[in-house]
């Protein structure tokens, strides 16, 4: 696919944005929903009524739910190089 424009509407308002792939199109214009998802969310269960502070606490939740996964990553990674570290060791006795 060759770089085409598209238009991801967040909080009603049109961003003009270029894709290089179908695969990046789809992931924009889910986030896009995400976005407008989780403001209305805000906007149904707390007191906020500013656009710019409801796009700021989706902004914060997103950002949350970003670390939190790559904490978790990482953590994976680590203990994937302590099995690793574990299993060379154990073949290592093994075969002495």
Do not use: C, W
């Amino acid at each position: 696919m060759k770089e085409q424009k598209i238009t991801v509407n967040i909080s009603d308002r049109p961003y003009r944005l270029t894709v290089r792939s179908e695969n990046e199109e789809h992931l924009l214009r889910r986030a896009g929903t995400l976005i407008d998802e989780k403001k209305k969310e805000y906007a149904n269960n707390f007191a906020y009524k500013d656009q710019q502070d409801l796009l700021a606490m989706v902004a914060l939740q997103l950002a949350v739910d970003y670390i939190g996964y790559n904490d978790k990553v990482n953590h994976y990674d680590i203990l994937k190089k302590r099995l690793i570290d574990v299993d060379k060791s154990l073949t290592n006795i093994l075969e002495d």
